[in-house]
């Protein structure tokens, strides 16, 4: 039911607005409430305070919570623990040799080089057969097993094995064996209309891949193993290497354990079916992947579910390939939605590194990105309720409509937006330009009531966030609303970009925020905030590793931080900010103690120069002017 409607509640999700509160210190379709919270630890700071505090809800959003949530509405993989087990009393024996087949039992009929298996059971492969062909054609509706017991099959002229008609199909690795197959380069088909087989192993119906041997498979013509129903692999070794796409099963790819290596040069795993919305979905249950691919590495027509797993990932070249305008190189791509619950996934990809035509979800596992475009970018919805991400290299680092989180740690550097809220696939893209994006003239601070209406929202409740951006560090085109977490944000040295960048307003009640970068579109959060901040506007642009220093009058070190750029302006907001308090802000100097991100913890400051003292006044207490 769900998939059956998403497009079109994805459609409402971006005509929606959220209901805008009437009068300040509200926020969109939310109930002000007063809460106790103990929050942030920064600076070696722990803080409870009460405040003013918003539940905000920011779209209609259908994404699954979770991979277990995700795969029950999706079409159930066939399964069925007794398909893996039989006699070995039972086998038929097929024994290849060379250009001839030997069949000891009844069920399968050699002629010459090629040997049809028209009964259901269990047919034990051994040998090698230089040109031919083992074909499946039975219409019973029980499992035929094939167990390849060190097998080396080639064809000249087709796939050498075709499971032309069966209810299930089971491809068994027998225990210690090494098994390859490889077909030809161009196949003679019957007639101009026939398309089928077109992988080196090709089965028109659900197949399985079990054992604890090995399987090699070179697709020479088109695909290394395809399934034009659902494929499972439930164990082996794989290594797969193709012209076209690795391993295929259109109805679902699912990855239950495995090595599976692939080398294709389109779409490394793929499940491509576009008809039916409870299908063409992949999952990964655990395994070791290593997949190289010149499309997508991961591509579903509908999910991509992770729940545990290495995964390492290369597509398009990787991260400094160049991608044509009608090319696609993703590392995962997903149509409907992406829920990643752990795992170890490092992606090197020329194109987006994950990419969702609606959600994504991510509740774990550590991740490892270098992208040639976005690190992580969701049409509709992006969530990250935990992990540990890093994304080493990107043009725009996250990037979603409505982005949320919850918590985890992520680190990202990007040449443009760090993240950047922006409706759709509108996002400026790589074609507009590294670096040059992104800017509006700031005026989140100056708004004295919090009144967005719009749908794109950055909301950070939890979590570690730190970005490196040489474009906008938090760029919202629509509105910001962070209730907790940590947030440190090296932003652009060029006055077109900012560190925070919003035009819908930014409410704060709870967290911790240094935001350093250029001071010509500064801004903070804004005045409807239930948490003071400030903003620091330089008279001339400060080194990188200046510290900046802000300490109360009873001389307690409130916020030391030493930015990793050259910087004219630090935005920052603590509960430690206190109204009618007095702070000094200080330039320079030394600090001791452990610095995290640049933020130092649990030492002492050695005092640079004074540069301004403050009192608390207001939610937002600016020094200086924009530097344009």
Known sequence: MKKTILKALLTLMLIFTLAA??????????????????????????????????????????????????????????????????????????????NSITVDGDGATADGSSVTITEPGTYR?????????????????????????????????????????????????????????????????????????NAAIFSAADLA??????????????????????????SGTIVVTAVDDGIRGKDYLVVKDGDITVDAQGDGLKADNTEDATMGYISIETGVLKITAGGDALQAETDVLIKDGTIALSSGGGSGATVGADASAKGIKATVGINIDGGTLTIDSA??????????????????????????????????????????????GIESAVITINDGTIRLISSDDGVNVAGGNEGTGMGQGRGQGGGRPGQGQDQDTFTYTGTYYLNINGGYLVVDAGGDGLDANGAIVMTDGVVLVNGPTENMNAAVDYDGGFKMTGGFLVAAGSA?????????????????NYTSRQTVGTLVHIQNSEGEDILTFAPTKDYQSIAFSSPELEQGATYTIFAGGSATGTANDGLYQDGTYTPGTEYETFTVASVVTQIGSRQR
């Open 125 to 197: 492969l051994s040998g090698s057969l230089t040109d031919g062909q083992i074909i499946v054609d039975t219409t019973d509706d029980k499992v035929v097993r094939l167990v390849l017991d060190g097998v080396h099959l080639s064809s000249t002229t087709s796939a050498p094995i075709y499971i032309k008609d069966a209810d299930e199909a089971v491809i068994v690795l027998a225990d210690g064996t090494e098994n390859v197959v490889s077909d030809a380069t161009t196949y003679v088909y019957e007639s101009a209309d026939v398309d089928e087989p």
């Open 351 to 396: 194109d987006d590194a994950i990419n969702s035509n609606a959600s994504l979800t991510i509740n774990g596992g550590n991740f490892t990105i270098a992208s040639g475009d976005d690190g992580m970018h969701a049409d509709a919805s992006l969530t990250v309720n935990g992990g540990d991400i890093q994304i080493t290299e990107s043009y725009e």
């Open 209 to 234: 891949i079990t054992g604890t041997g090995s399987l090699t498979v070179q697709g020479n013509f088109n695909d290394g193993i395809a399934s034009q129903d659902g494929l499972l692999v439930d």
């Open 21 to 98: 509160c009437s009068g300040a210190q509200t926020a969109p379709t939310s109930a002000v409430s007063v809460v106790q919270t103990t929050t942030v630890t920064a600076a070696g700071v722990t803080s409870d305070s009460t405040a003013a505090a918003t539940t905000a809800v920011p779209a209609v959003s259908t994404a699954a919570a979770s991979v277990t949530e995700a795969l029950a509405e999706n079409s159930a993989a066939r399964d069925v623990a007794e398909d893996y087990v039989w006699e070995s009393s039972d086998e038929v024996s097929i024994v290849l040799n060379g």
């Open 520 to 536: 010509g579109m500064a801004q903070t959060s804004g005045a409807s905030s239930g948490q003071n901040s400030i903003l620091i």
